[in-house]
């Protein structure tokens, strides 16, 4: 199963992005998806993520701010990011869990998120 995430870019602070990250292959169902974001140096950390029920579990530091979304049917994650922060400059990743061929635990190949203050 392969990911392929879109959306990041450069904005200004108290700005919006909104990031997509869609799986494609061989899937039967999916149950966890999820955003995780990382800087040098650091240990990537998750940002959100949403349950197959659609419970969703945020970071504090994002809480009230980031929206995480999937449409099952298109097999897609979204993560809606307002009010952006310097702070949330990092290399964002998708991670998807599901069941094809057989269960998989799938990323993507990372989108940068940078803003400026």
């Known amino acids: 199963v392969q990911l392929q995430a879109s959306g990041g870019g450069s904005v200004q602070a108290g700005g919006s992005l909104r990031l997509s990250c869609v799986a494609s292959g061989s899937i039967w169902s999916i149950d966890g998806m999820g955003w995780y974001r990382q800087v040098p140096g650091k240990r990537r950390e998750l940002v959100a993520a949403i349950a197959h029920s659609g419970s969703t579990n945020y970071a504090d530091s994002v809480k009230g701010r980031f929206t995480i979304s999937r449409d099952n049917i298109k097999n897609t994650v979204y993560l809606q990011m307002n009010s952006l922060k310097p702070e949330d400059t990092a290399v964002y990743y998708c991670?998807?869990?599901?069941?094809?061929?057989?269960?998989?635990?799938?990323w993507g190949q990372g989108t940068l998120v940078t803003v400026s203050s």
């Open positions: 991670n998807i869990e599901g069941h094809g061929l057989g269960p998989f635990d799938s």
